[in-house]
């Protein structure tokens, strides 16, 4: 349908983004297909070792998905996504079709084994989310192509997550995000995934910080050293939510205490992490 | 003077039908597609309860409930919301007696200017139907999305408290 409407028709999914850009203009489709009137575009299920969430899934059925409880670093994000209106309507597809930088989910889902599914005018594909995003606002999706389903390998035993992100107040995107996955065996760190979001065009893998932890006992220094590594991948612009200098102290404090929760949750502690505002 | 003034294309006016019930009424109505949820409670169905704040998704005055769950109503087309049931501040009161909420409002003082208290009062709504006992820290995050610049939200805190425990009795 978006082919027959051509280049100025848009897929409008929970529209927490995509309304507020068209009333400043930002956008300027000439038509909009609304996706929420879609059957059985909404679901969460477990199947074959990975967990599948439907496109318009709104980020509160995450939130309050037990499934997605087990996946700690999904729930952190979820919960902490804007207020709860947003959360009632904003979907995981369309967070990343959009492919804000500042967004959270593709920081989330970045250090996890996730493939976005993908249905067009030819065919459905399958793409894995680091060959997804592109670019600030740019994925691999073409303009008749749209997510149908997001699928998240689940993670092996003894690993856990966390996702924790800085926001100045609850409705605004965050200043900087953290985003956590280890794998423990015996209190050392056999694998770690750590992703920075905001500092840069796209998600960024802070791998400096991954080597970092591998390997070792995640004491204070592994913690501070893998921080600052972190720091250095950090790549952020001044702008209104703070200066580079301060977002980049900002990537320190958030990756130290993502890796702190992650590693307390691998020991089995309940250990809350989210959004952090004031 | 011109000679003559080139006529304006005429605009495209393209509306379509919508069915929306709110506050437990139909209404039916012929609107164009771009109307927001908000305009067309305000401007269609003449229930001004409902408030623009920011139109930026930021402030909350506009939050409604569609099918039990808040919503900021600036957020959201009008057309989206074909077939759903809507709730607005006016959908409170029942039989010429205010809801808990709003009555546990007045009580604590949860209000001074009055602008943002119908949105804090269905996002309570929303709270307290899954939750009747919140504790603050709950409370904080529920109405996270509700600006309001008069009360400093203490008294707020202390109103959806006792709302959900007369809510409990009741």
């Given at each position: 349908m978006l082919g027959q409407l051509g280049e100025g028709a848009k897929f409008?999914?929970?529209?927490?983004?995509l309304i507020p850009l068209l009333k400043l203009r930002f956008a300027n489709p000439e038509h909009l297909v609304d996706l929420n009137f879609i059957?059985?575009?909404?679901?969460?299920k477990e199947d074959?070792?990975?967990?599948?969430?439907?496109?318009?899934?709104?980020?509160?059925?995450?939130?309050?998905?037990?499934l997605a409880k087990n996946i700690p670093v999904l729930h952190d994000c979820a919960a902490g996504i804007a207020d709860m209106q947003v959360r009632n309507r904003g979907t995981i597809g369309g967070s990343l079709a959009e492919a804000d930088p500042s967004g959270d989910w593709a920081n989330a889902l970045i250090t996890l084994d996730t493939t976005v599914h993908c249905l067009g005018p030819d065919g459905s594909r399958t793409i894995h989310l680091?060959?997804?995003?592109?670019?600030a606002y740019t994925t691999a999706l073409a303009h008749d192509e749209l997510v149908t389903e997001v699928e998240v390998k689940i993670p092996p035993k003894g690993s856990s997550g966390a996702y924790v992100a800085f926001k100045r107040s609850a409705p605004v995107y965050p200043s900087a995000s953290a985003a956590v996955q280890l794998i423990m065996a015996d209190d050392v760190c056999q694998d770690a995934a750590i992703a920075l979001g905001c500092v840069g065009l796209t998600a960024i893998r802070a791998t400096g910080a991954e080597v970092a932890l591998r390997g070792k006992s995640l004491d204070d220094k592994a913690i501070s050293t893998a921080a600052e590594a972190a720091r250095a991948a950090a790549d952020p612009q001044s702008d209104m939510r703070g200066s580079a200098e301060y977002k980049r102290q900002l990537v320190v404090a958030l990756v130290k205490r993502a890796i702190q929760i992650a590693a307390r949750r691998v020991r089995g502690e309940q250990v809350?992490?989210?959004?952090?505002?004031? | 003077m011109p000679e003559s003034i080139p006529a304006m294309a005429p605009?495209?006016?393209?509306?379509?039908s919508v069915h929306i019930r709110v506050n437990g009424k139909s209404y039916a109505r012929e609107i164009e597609p771009r109307m927001l949820?908000?305009?067309?409670?305000?401007?269609a169905c003449d229930l001004t309860g409902t408030h623009v704040g920011c139109d930026t998704t930021y402030c909350g005055a506009c939050t409604v409930l569609m099918n039990g769950l808040a919503i900021k109503s600036c957020t959201m087309f009008a057309v989206q919301a074909d077939g759903s049931e809507i709730t607005t501040v006016e959908g409170l009161e029942k039989d010429g007696k205010l809801h808990p909420i709003q009555q546990a409002f007045g009580d604590s003082y949860g209000l001074q200017c009055g602008y943002c208290t119908p949105g804090l009062m269905l996002s309570a709504h929303q709270l307290l139907?899954?939750?009747?006992?919140?504790?603050?820290?709950?409370i904080r995050k529920a109405i996270a999305g509700n600006t309001c610049r008069c009360t400093g939200y203490m008294n707020i805190f202390k109103a959806i408290e006792l709302a959900g425990r007369n809510m409990k009795g009741a």
């Open positions: 409008l999914a929970g529209g927490q983004s059957p059985d575009t909404s679901f969460i074959l070792g990975a967990l599948r969430f439907g496109a318009m899934t709104r980020h509160a059925e995450i939130e309050h998905s037990a680091r060959d997804f995003v592109k670019d809350e992490g989210t959004h952090l505002y004031a | 605009l495209k006016r393209f509306v379509v949820l908000v305009e067309f409670l305000r401007e139907s899954e939750n009747p006992a919140p504790s603050e820290k709950e």
